[in-house]
C-alpha cells in the first residue's frame, strides 16, 4: 500500500531554518504530483508547496522565496527547505501525493511537526 513517511520537524528559533523529508513507498513516485500542506493551531489545512512530475513547481504567497521544494525520484524523496522561519509557520506539516488520470488518487503522511519560537 502507500506509504508516505515525513521527518525533519523539530523546534526552531525565528528565522532560522529547517528541511523536511517525505519518503513514499508503494507507488510510482514520478508520475505524482507531490505537495506540501501544513495545518496550524485552530486553523484548516493549508497548502505550502507543490511540485509536479515535470518539476513545475507552486508556492503559497505566505511562503514564496523562503521555502524550497525539491523531489528526487530516484530516492523516491520529495523534500522542503525552509528557511527565514516565522512565529506563524507553525504547524503540523503533511506530505502529500496526486494523480489524476481515470480515477484520482490522493495520500497523506502522518505529518510532523514544525515549531517556531524563540
Known amino acids: 500500500q502507500v506509504q508516505l513517511v515525513e521527518s525533519g520537524g523539530g523546534l526552531v528559533q525565528p528565522g532560522g531554518s529547517l528541511r523536511l523529508s517525505c519518503a513514499a513507498s508503494g507507488m510510482r513516485f514520478s508520475i505524482f504530483t507531490m505537495g506540501w500542506y501544513r495545518q496550524g493551531p485552530g486553523k484548516q489545512r493549508e497548502l505550502v508547496a507543490t511540485?509536479?512530475?515535470?518539476?513545475?513547481?507552486n508556492y503559497a504567497d505566505s511562503v514564496l522565496g523562503r521555502f524550497t521544494i525539491s523531489r528526487d525520484n530516484a530516492q523516491n524523496t520529495v523534500s522542503l527547505q525552509m528557511n527565514s522561519l516565522k512565529p506563524e509557520d507553525t504547524a503540523v506539516y503533511f506530505c502529500?501525493?496526486?494523480?489524476?488520470?481515470?480515477?484520482?488518487?490522493?495520500?497523506w503522511g502522518q505529518g510532523t511537526q514544525v515549531t517556531v519560537s524563540s
Open positions: 511540485i509536479t512530475s515535470g518539476g513545475s513547481t
Open positions: 502529500n501525493a496526486a494523480l489524476r488520470s481515470v480515477q484520482y488518487y490522493n495520500y
